[in-house]
C-alpha cells in the first residue's frame, strides 16, 4: 500500500487528517489510495474547485492558502447526511451555543505587527459587531478579564492544544462548550498582520476579516462551503456578513426583532409595473413652514451646543450660530447655520473639534466636517454607542492635567472616546451623578474654554472643577457675568431702563411747566 501512496507527500496526507478528510493515523501507509481520492473529492467540492480526486496544481494551490485552523468536520458531515433533502444547508454548527445572549468579549493583548490598541481594538470591535443585530444576541467589549471570550495573539505552543505550527493556518476559535476556553480566540502573531490590507498577494492580513469569522466559530458556527460566507475556511478579505451567515446565526439564536430577506429571493415590486390611470388627482398634503428668522438674542437664548472652532467659541441655537472670541467678545452673527455648513441638518445635539475636523451630532447621526465640506456620515453606533441611544445631549473636549479628552453625554450616561480607534473606551457607559456633581440635569452644552470646562444650562453657565469632580462655589453665573460682550449688553438695557423710567417719572412735570409756560404766554 505504501507503493500506491507515492503519488502524496506526506504535509498533504496530515493536511487532510487534520482537517476531517481522513481520519487520523500513525503511518502513511495505513491510509488507501481509493480513501485519499475520495478525501480530495470531498475537499475539493467543500472549497468550491473542480473535482478530479486527484492532488492536481488547483488542489496544492488551495492547500497553500491561509486558512482557518479549525476541522471542516462539521461541514463534512452535514454534506454526507442531506443528500435526500431538496437543498443542502451550506453551513454548519460546532455542536454548541452560548446559554445567554449578552456576550462579553476583552482584547487581551496587541499584534508584533500593528502594536497600537486602538487600532486592534477598532478592528475587533467591528468584527464583532457585524454579528451584532442580526439575531437575538448581544456583543459588547469589557476590560473585565472574565470576560466571556478573550481574544489574544499568540505564537507557537501557547497553552491549548492546537499549536501553530502550521505555516497555512491564521487563527483558531473555541466553541461554546463548558471548558475554560470556551469562546476564546487566538490569531497567530507570527503572521503579518494590518488593519486596511492592500496587499492582493495575501501576504498582509486583514484583523478584522479574520476576527469576524473566528467569532462565528466563538458563537457556535461551523465551516460554509459557500465562497462568499465569512465562515468560508480560506481566508478573504471582506467586511460583511453573507446571506448564509445571517440564516445560520439566526437558526441557532433566534431572529428577533432583525428583518431579513436573503438577497436570492426578489422582493415584491412595490409598484406596478405599468402604472394605472387615474382621474383624480392625489390630494395636496397641506404643509405649514416652520419659521424660524428671526434672529435669537445671543445672551438670552438657550445653547444647543458649543465649542471652539479655529480659536472662536461658536454657539449654536436651533438653527442660528454665533461667534464669541477668546476674550468673550462677539466676533460674528448671529448667523444662519446653513450659511456655512449647507447640507447640515438642525438644530444639532452637540459638537467638537477632533484633528480639525468638526463632528456635529444630530439624532442618531454624526456629521463630519473639514472646513465647510462634508466628509462623512456615520451613526452613534459605529462609535459603540448602543442602537438604544437614539440622540444624545451633548459632547465636548475636556483638559484633564495635560491630557485632552473627549466626552459624549445621553440624559443619564455618559462615554470617553478612544482617540486612536475613534471608539469608545471599554466599561462604558458610566453614569453621570457618580462622576460629574452638580451639573444640573437640564444642562445642554459643555466645551472648554481655556482648558476650563463650562456647562450651559437654560440661561445660566457652570464652571467645573477638576480636581473635586464639581461644580466650583459662585456658579451658576449669568451669561452677562461670563462673557464680556453680554455684560456690555446688559449695561445698555440698563442705560435704556434707566433713561425710560426718568422719562416715565419725569413727564407729569414737564407736562406742568409746559401748561404754566403757555398760560404765562
Known amino acids: 500500500m505504501v507503493d500506491v501512496m507515492a503519488d502524496y507527500y506526506s504535509y498533504e496526507v496530515q493536511y487532510l487528517e487534520k482537517y476531517g478528510y481522513l481520519p487520523h493515523k500513525n503511518s502513511m501507509a495505513l491510509q488507501s489510495d481509493a480513501v485519499i481520492t475520495q478525501a480530495i473529492q470531498e475537499l475539493q467540492r467543500i472549497a468550491g474547485i473542480p473535482i478530479t480526486g486527484k492532488m ?23 454534506h454526507k447526511h442531506r443528500y435526500n433533502m431538496r437543498k443542502r444547508k451550506r453551513y454548519a454548527y460546532n455542536g454548541g451555543k452560548w446559554d445567554h445572549h449578552n456576550i462579553t468579549y476583552r482584547v487581551v493583548n496587541v499584534a508584533r505587527s500593528v502594536q497600537e490598541l486602538g487600532y486592534v481594538r477598532r478592528e475587533i470591535y467591528d468584527a464583532f459587531n457585524a454579528w451584532n443585530g442580526v439575531s437575538t444576541i448581544r456583543l459588547t467589549e469589557t476590560s473585565d478579564p472574565s470576560a466571556d471570550i478573550q481574544i489574544s495573539f499568540e ?27 470556551a469562546g476564546d480566540i487566538h490569531l497567530d502573531d507570527d503572521e503579518r498582520w494590518a488593519i486596511n490590507p492592500i496587499d492582493k498577494h495575501y501576504r498582509e492580513i486583514s484583523i478584522r476579516s479574520v ?33 448564509d451567515d445571517i440564516l445560520a446565526i439566526q437558526a441557532l ?61 461658536f454657539m449654536f ?29 438642525t438644530p444639532i445635539d452637540g459638537v467638537f473639534e477632533l484633528n480639525d475636523h468638526i463632528y456635529f451630532f444630530r439624532g442618531h447621526k454624526i456629521y463630519e466636517y473639514s472646513g465647510l465640506n462634508r466628509v462623512s456620515t456615520r451613526n452613534l453606533t459605529d462609535l459603540g454607542i448602543s442602537d438604544d441611544f ?11 492635567g495635560n491630557e485632552q ?39 445642554s452644552a459643555a466645551f472648554s474654554w481655556d482648558k476650563e470646562l463650562f456647562f450651559f444650562a437654560a440661561h445660566d453657565v457652570y464652571k467645573f472643577g477638576s480636581l473635586k469632580m464639581s461644580v466650583i462655589q459662585d456658579y451658576p453665573k449669568s451669561f452677562a457675568q461670563v462673557f464680556p460682550y453680554c455684560s456690555a449688553h446688559a449695561e445698555a438695557l440698563r442705560t435704556n431702563k434707566a433713561n425710560k423710567t426718568f422719562m416715565k417719572k419725569s413727564l407729569p412735570l414737564l407736562i406742568l411747566i409746559l401748561f404754566l409756560f403757555n398760560k404765562l404766554i
Open 405 to 443: 479628552r473627549y466626552y459624549i453625554w445621553a440624559e443619564e450616561d455618559y462615554w470617553k472616546l478612544d482617540l486612536n480607534s475613534m471608539k469608545i473606551e471599554v466599561d462604558y457607559p458610566r453614569k453621570i451623578d457618580l462622576n460629574w456633581w452638580k451639573v444640573p440635569k437640564n444642562a
Open 211 to 243: 476576527a469576524m469569522h473566528e467569532v462565528g466559530h466563538s458563537l457556535g458556527l461551523g465551516h460554509s462551503n459557500e465562497p462568499q460566507s465569512i465562515m468560508y475556511p480560506y481566508y478573504q478579505a471582506t467586511s460583511s456578513l453573507h446571506d
Open 56 to 78: 492536481d496544481g488547483a488542489t496544492r494551490a488551495l492547500l497553500a492558502r491561509k486558512r482557518c485552523g479549525l476541522s471542516d468536520a462539521e461541514l463534512l458531515h452535514e
Open 155 to 181: 505564537r507557537g505552543h501557547h497553552g491549548d492544544a492546537y499549536p501553530f505550527d502550521r505555516p497555512e493556518v491564521l487563527a483558531h476559535a473555541f466553541p461554546p462548550f463548558d471548558h475554560e476556553m
Open 253 to 313: 439564536y433566534g431572529s428577533g426583532d432583525f428583518k431579513f430577506t436573503p438577497k436570492s429571493i426578489p422582493p415584491s415590486p412595490l409598484v406596478p409595473s405599468t402604472p394605472s390611470l387615474t382621474t383624480t388627482p392625489p390630494p395636496i398634503k397641506e404643509v405649514t413652514p416652520h419659521v424660524d428668522d428671526i434672529p435669537p438674542d445671543p445672551c438670552f437664548s438657550t445653547i444647543d451646543a458649543v465649542t471652539l472652532i479655529r480659536q472662536e467659541i
Open 317 to 345: 441655537h436651533r438653527s442660528w450660530f454665533w461667534r464669541i472670541h477668546l476674550d468673550g467678545t462677539l466676533s460674528n452673527g448671529p448667523r444662519k447655520i446653513n450659511t456655512f455648513w449647507t447640507d447640515l441638518p
Open 390 to 400: 437614539d440622540h444624545i445631549r451633548l459632547a465636548y473636549t475636556w483638559y484633564y
